[in-house]
Nanobody, 113 residues
Framework: VQLQASGGGSVQPGGSLRLSCVAS????????MGWYRQAPGNEREWVAR???????TYADSVKGRFTISRDVAKNTVYLQMNSLKSEDTAVYYC????????WGKGTQVTVSS
């Protein structure tokens, strides 16, 4: 099972990015998928998760700005990030849980003027 995240980059404050995470080797249909992030010097923190039933939850720091979604047919989870702030700068990791938690390699998001 592999998770491949992409879509990171550099953006100015107030900008938007959309992260994608494609799962291969196994389907995560019906399973939890989500996003975490880790800023330099900080521990990895949870950002958003989406249950197999489609319920989305968000960390307070991103609520109202980020949206998690999935395309079941493509085995892909997305993170739409709007109104980005400098404090959103971090490496973003996707995860999927099938009884075991699988992690993708991170994608760097930098928010700076």
């Amino acid at each position: 099972v592999q998770l491949q995240a992409s879509g990171g980059g550099s953006v100015q404050p107030g900008g938007s990015l959309r992260l994608s995470c494609v799962a291969s080797g196994s389907s995560f249909r019906g399973n939890v998928m989500g996003w975490y992030r880790q800023a330099p010097g900080n521990e990895r923190e949870w950002v958003a998760r989406l249950t197999g039933g489609g319920t989305a939850t968000y960390a307070d720091s991103v609520k109202g700005r980020f949206t998690i979604s999935r395309d079941v047919a493509k085995n892909t989870v997305y993170l739409q990030m709007n109104s980005l702030k400098s404090e959103d700068t971090a490496v973003y990791y996707c995860m999927g849980n099938r009884g075991i938690t699988y992690w993708g390699k991170g994608t760097q998001v930098t928010v700076s003027s």
